[in-house]
């Protein structure tokens, strides 16, 4: 079993229910309210799993003094980038060319380790043309994967460049047959109605044509066929058009008409009767794909290869949607017509508080450094809180020998030191407050010897540690505010209630006395997952005076001008809970 | 201030007995190899054994082909918990033959190739932290991803890549005869690199 680490979550407020999901209704119980305000946060509850957030996890609002989760962060995207070049990619580039890289950085695709371009090294033909210049010849680059050993060559794909390979990729098909976009299918078609009707050119048609169809010329097609159906009234292809304006069965005079009878307010209405009256698209050319059904082929194949040659989910998944896929219903099934992927962009975000739209962590813009422009992290508001045993040597002499990670045993009180650290420079006040006993099925017992202490600010270290040499040179360390105190071992260890434990420069450590319950059940039932982990939740409040700023200037601009360095009581209070270990079962 | 790294590992002890070794005598062995067992062990021209590579023929005859690179912390002919269920009359018995590596193979860093009469192929590569079970044969120009898991007994055909969740694919790019060349080419530079020492294992 892994050892068990004490731990501390801290609950956002934002999920508190009572500002955000009530409704103002005047008729709602008034009496409820109170009830809510005094209800304690069970970290048992299954909605408090959404809440809880290591100190590291959370963010502060400078602005509304208050924590802000991942949860309750609102982000904007500072820039895209590719994680392997590292080029930064324009938001307007997004939207033309979407969200992978462009450029030639590529993922395999069945390991998906990033792929290098690299010379083909083939046998030259000829000696003598080595002297001739080493021009490059055709396929002469392929993406290879240095984890795998996959190369592009195995889906019959090579390059002419080393660079660009995206758009070289995008025209070539697996096996290395170019593929015509549907702007130049369009140019070679209309090339070939210039040369007339000899046979030959009809055959050069129809192997136009007949290339498969992929994604992107049917939807160019499709898109071609309607435009003109819509652009051009009289193109309903159904003998009634002799009949002109007049035909009932053009879409402008349908509509005309439809329009009389409705009032002309519907416009899809319109719609939808202009498209009654067009024709579907009948051949190729205007985008009409006749589903292969056959698949005894592909059937074939399956019965011949192994179960690695079929692609997984994953590999499926992670294929970028390619539009020169053959056809719309042979999608790939193996891995070898599996495509190099491109790496999907990555992006820098900054967050902002929701309230007061404060950005309250911003990254530097460029893609190469890590820093952050603004980074106003909880860490650096709110007291760190340690959770460490105390191990109190017996009054009979043996102490006794607890350890982070050892199990609690069932009614015996075992006692754990909290050290509090302040980060602030200023000296906050703490109250703590717990329910007496855990929530839940095992209800532990739990006392705070010292609910509410002190700490002192967070000073520079190094005023701290002069001030001590100095005292230390003049006299034997005298127990001042500043110097540590060893309550437990001026007192002789003995816990006493309503006094500290330790105090240093910005810390205090106080005593928890806890009385795990015992696990066992009257009917002989099951635990349910984690009930042997004893978590107590505790209410933090702190107060503190800061410098009145002119951050609230909007506020009391009249009493900021008179006082201004007056200082102003400041408050937080937040929810938390405290991982002590587990109960050993009996 | 010594201009000389030292290594914060201990010094390696010599344990066991010194095997009877067949050393070719182009052959690169570094100085802190360990070299264990009671059966011999051969190696042939141009192979490069790493520093703290562990060769043991406690478990039979190890053999070394040509140019092959033997990385650090890689262990050879390691007496496996698999083998002495399977095979165990191959690792107990004398005179039997542990491992075999044909030419070219590439065992990089930590991995472990079990004893009991196991063949690896020629130009094959086993990968980083890759296991080989007892008993097992790898075919020729196969490559072990790192961290493969080569079950004892099985067997790998050639040209085969095999990845670390188990999935094996099929190489086909042909270029074996470059990927020798360009061992040949490594083992140029590892012969400068690597002092040699092969009199210490004699």
Redesign the interface.
């Known amino acids: 079993m892994a050892p068990f680490n004490p731990y501390t979550f801290i609950q956002c407020p934002c999920s508190d229910s009572s500002p955000l999901g009530r409704p103002a209704d005047s008729n709602s119980p008034t009496g409820s309210e109170p009830e809510e305000d005094e209800r304690t946060f069970d970290p048992r509850a299954p909605r408090s799993n959404y809440s809880l957030y290591p100190l590291e996890y959370l963010l502060y609002c400078e602005d509304c003094h208050q924590i802000r989760c991942p949860r309750c962060v609102s982000e904007e995207i500072v820039t895209y980038y590719c994680p392997n070049c590292l080029f930064e990619v324009p938001s307007s580039n997004l939207k033309s060319e979407g969200n992978r890289c462009t450029r030639s950085c590529f993922q395999c695709p069945?390991?998906i380790g990033p792929l290098n371009v690299t010379t083909q090294?083939t046998k030259p033909p000829d000696p003598s043309l080595l002297t001739a210049g080493n021009a490059p010849h055709s396929g002469a680059y392929a993406l290879t994967c240095s984890?795998?050993?996959?190369?592009s060559?195995?889906i019959g794909i090579d390059f002419d460049k080393p660079n660009g390979i995206h758009a070289q990729l995008a025209k070539i098909r697996n096996g290395g047959e170019p593929r015509l976009t549907a702007k130049e299918r369009k140019e070679r078609r209309k090339e070939l109605s210039h040369r007339g009707d000899s046979a030959a050119v009809v055959a050069a048609r129809e192997e136009i044509d007949g290339q498969a169809l992929d994604l992107e010329n049917q939807f160019a097609n499709l898109k071609a066929f309607y435009s003109s159906q819509l652009a051009d009234p009289s193109a309903g292809d159904n003998g009634l058009s002799t009949l002109g304006d007049l035909g009932f069965s053009s879409p402008s005079s349908l509509s005309r008409i439809m329009s009389l009878y409705t009032g002309g307010k519907l416009n899809d209405n319109k719609a939808k009767s202009r498209l009654g009256a067009m024709r579907e698209a009948l051949t190729s050319d205007e985008g009409l794909l006749v589903t292969d059904l056959d698949e005894s082929a592909l059937i074939s194949q399956l019965h011949l290869s192994d179960h690695?040659d079929t692609a997984?989910t994953e590999q499926i998944t992670n294929q970028p949607p390619n539009l020169g896929e053959p056809l719309l219903h042979g999608a790939s099934r193996f891995?070898s017509s599996l495509r190099p992927i491109p790496y999907l962009l990555r992006t820098k975000r900054s967050k902002r508080c929701p309230v007061c739209r404060h950005i309250i962590s911003k990254p530097e813009s460029k893609v190469g450094t890590t820093r952050f422009r603004i980074r106003l992290v909880a860490g650096s508001y709110i007291p760190s809180i340690t959770i460490k045993p105390l191990v109190l040597p017996n009054p009979s002499g043996g102490s006794s020998s607890s350890n982070v990670g050892d199990l609690l045993t069932p009614l015996t009180p075992v006692h754990y030191l909290l050290t509090f650290k302040n980060p602030i420079f200023e000296t906050i006040k703490v109250t703590l407050a717990t329910p007496a006993a855990t929530p839940g099925r095992f209800a532990s017992k739990v006392t705070i010897l010292c609910p509410q202490f002190d700490i002192d600010a967070n000073t520079d270290v190094w005023d701290e540690a002069l001030k001590d040499n100095d005292r230390g040179d003049k006299s034997s360390r005298s127990s001042g505010s500043h110097t540590r105190q060893r309550r437990g071992t001026e007192a002789g260890l003995q816990l006493e209630v309503g006094k500290i434990w330790e105090r240093g420069r910005n810390w205090v450590s106080i005593v928890v006395e806890v009385v795990p319950a015992s696990l066992r059940l009257e009917d002989g039932g099951m635990l349910r997952e984690d009930e042997d982990v004893l978590e107590i939740a505790m209410f933090v409040r702190i107060e503190w005076e800061a410098e009145n700023g002119g951050d609230d200037a909007g506020i009391s601009s009249a009493a900021v001008g008179k006082d201004r360095d007056q200082k102003e009581k400041r408050e937080l209070a937040y929810w938390c809970v405290l991982g002590i270990g587990k109960i050993k079962q009996t | 201030m010594s201009s000389k790294r030292h290594s914060i590992l201990p010094p390696i002890s010599q344990p066991g007995p010194k095997p009877p070794v067949q050393f070719s005598s182009t052959i690169t062995i570094a100085d802190s190899a360990i070299l264990t067992g009671t059966n011999p062990i051969t190696i042939a021209t141009e192979s490069v054994i790493h520093p703290r590579a562990k060769i043991e023929s406690s478990g039979g005859r190890i053999t070394i082909g040509r140019r092959c690179v033997v990385h650090e912390r890689v262990t050879l002919g390691a007496i496996g918990n698999s083998s002495s269920s399977q095979r165990p009359n191959n690792v107990t018995g004398g005179g039997e033959t542990a491992v075999t590596l044909a030419d070219y193979v590439t065992v990089e860093v930590g991995a472990s190739i079990e004893a009991g009469d196991t063949y690896i192929g020629e130009g094959t590569t086993v990968g980083v932290g890759s296991k080989v079970g007892a008993g097992a044969v790898v075919g020729k120009h196969c490559t072990l991803t790192p961290h493969t898991h080569i079950r004892a007994g099985s067997s790998v055909p050639d040209f085969t890549v095999v990845y670390s969740n188990g999935m094996r694919r099929t190489d086909k790019r042909g270029v074996a005869e470059l990927k020798n060349k360009g061992v040949a080419r490594q083992i140029d530079v590892l012969r400068r690199m690597i002092p040699s020492n092969p009199s210490k294992f004699m």
Do not use: A, D, L, R
């Open positions: 069945i390991c090294e984890y795998c050993n996959w190369s060559t195995e690695c997984s891995t």
